[in-house]
C-alpha cells in the first residue's frame, strides 16, 4: 500500500461493508513489476527471487465455465512479494517443480483468501505439499467478522475497492492482455497486504 493512504481502522466484530460503500472507495491496483514466467530460466529466477521472502500473497485463475458439472483447471497461478508480482501460465510451460517447491516451502507464508478449493484444483494437475499456508478469510472469522470474501476485507482493511472485470475472461488463451496481467496481480497483492495487515493488528498471534 502507499504509504500516504489511509487505512480504516480495524473492524469491530460483527461489522459489515455494503454494497454501496464499496463501490464508493478508490480501485486498487497492483502498481509494481509484474513478471510473466515464460521459460526455464524465468522459472529458477522467480523462485530464488520468491525464496528471499517472508510473506507472498497468492491466487489461481482458471478459463471460466458456463455448464455445470463443468470444470477447467487451473491455468494461471499468481504470487506476489515485496519486489515483485510473477504470474505462471500454467498451460505454456511446466512450472509443477518450481510451484511446488513454493508452496511446500516452510519457511515462506503463503496468503490466500479461500486457498482450499485454488490448491485442490492445483493438486489435480501436479502432486505437492502444503506447508504455511495462510487462509485470511479464516483468520477474519475467527475475529468474528462476518464478511470474509477478498472485496469485502479489502474494503474494510485497506480502503480500496479490488474489481472482478477481468474473471471470467480466458485465461488459457496464448498471451494474457494487460488488463488480465494487473488483475491477476492485484488479486495475489491484495492476499499479502491484508496478511500484513491483519499481522500489524494481532489477528496472526495464537
Known amino acids: 500500500m502507499d504509504p500516504e493512504t489511509a487505512v480504516p ?10 454494497h454501496e460503500e464499496l463501490m464508493c472507495q ?4 497492483y502498481g509494481g513489476p509484474i513478471h510473466v514466467v515464460e521459460t526455464g530460466a524465468g522459472l529458477k529466477r522467480a523462485l530464488a527471487e520468491i525464496r528471499r ?10 478459463r471460466p465455465t458456463f455448464r455445470k458439472g463443468q470444470f477447467h483447471p487451473p491455468s494461471l497461478v499468481q504470487i506476489a512479494g515485496s519486489r515483485a508480482a510473477y504470474l505462471f501460465p500454467l498451460k505454456r510451460l511446466n512450472c509443477s517443480r518450481t510451484l511446488s517447491a513454493i508452496f511446500g516451502d516452510a519457511r515462506l507464508v503463503k496468503a490466500g483468501v479461500a486457498p482450499g478449493r485454488d490448491l485442490i484444483d492445483l493438486r ?13 478469510g479464516e483468520v477474519a472469522q475467527a475475529r468474528g467478522l462476518k464478511q470474509s470474501g477478498m472485496r469485502n476485507l479489502a474494503g474494510m482493511f485497506l480502503g480500496g475497492r479490488v474489481t472482478k472485470g477481468q474473471q471470467t475472461t480466458n485465461w488459457a488463451q496464448a498471451r494474457l492482455t494487460p488488463n488480465q496481467m494487473v488483475y491477476a496481480a492485484t488479486d495475489a497483492w491484495v492476499c499479502r497486504e491484508l496478511y500484513l495487515h491483519f499481522e500489524e493488528l494481532g489477528y496472526m498471534d495464537a
Open 53 to 62: 521472502e517472508r510473506v507472498v500473497g497468492f491466487d489461481t485463475e482458471s
Open 9 to 18: 481502522d480495524a473492524p469491530v466484530e460483527g461489522r459489515t461493508i455494503s
Open 124 to 136: 489435480r494437475s501436479f502432486r505437492f505439499e502444503r506447508r504455511s499456508v495462510v487462509d485470511i
Open 26 to 29: 478508490p480501485v486498487l491496483r
